[in-house]
């Protein structure tokens, strides 16, 4: 079964961090593109980073630059999203997705697979 599946979310006060991972069971991701996008209640879902097939190969929303970094993992086929300086309005449904290009884009067509989604709460 091919499926990406995230973890590491949770509740965390503003200015504090969280690590998520994806990690894809049934397919390598060495040859995916993949992309992180959150959904806050009410609002529309949007990219908030992605990675190509390189690891040099990276994109920021401007409202994360500088506060997240996404890497990638290929020997446990699993992409992280670090997450520090937290605020309130990074609250949301956090999903990954795949795609199968060597470049990444934070737009959320054209990707192959989704996750379920990991719930990051930040909050004081």
């Known amino acids: 079964q091919l499926q990406l599946v995230e973890s590491g979310g949770g509740f965390v006060q503003p200015g504090g961090s969280l690590r998520l991972s994806c990690a894809a069971t049934?397919?390598?991701?060495?040859?995916?593109?993949i992309g992180w996008f959150r959904q806050a209640p009410g609002k529309e879902r949007e990219g908030v980073s992605c990675?190509?097939?390189?690891?040099?190969?990276?994109n920021y929303a401007p409202s994360v630059k500088g506060r997240f970094t996404i890497s990638r993992d290929n020997a446990k086929n699993t992409v992280h999203l670090q997450m520090n300086s937290l605020k309130p309005e990074d609250t949301a449904v956090y999903y990954c997705?795949?795609?199968?290009?060597?470049?990444?884009?934070?737009?959320?067509?054209?990707?192959?697979?989704w996750g379920q989604g990991t719930q990051v709460t930040v909050s004081s």
């Open positions: 997705a795949a795609a199968r290009s060597t470049f990444c884009r934070t737009v959320d067509t054209g990707y192959d697979y």
């Open positions: 049934g397919f390598t991701l060495d040859y995916y593109s």
């Open positions: 990675i190509g097939t390189s690891a040099y190969s990276t």
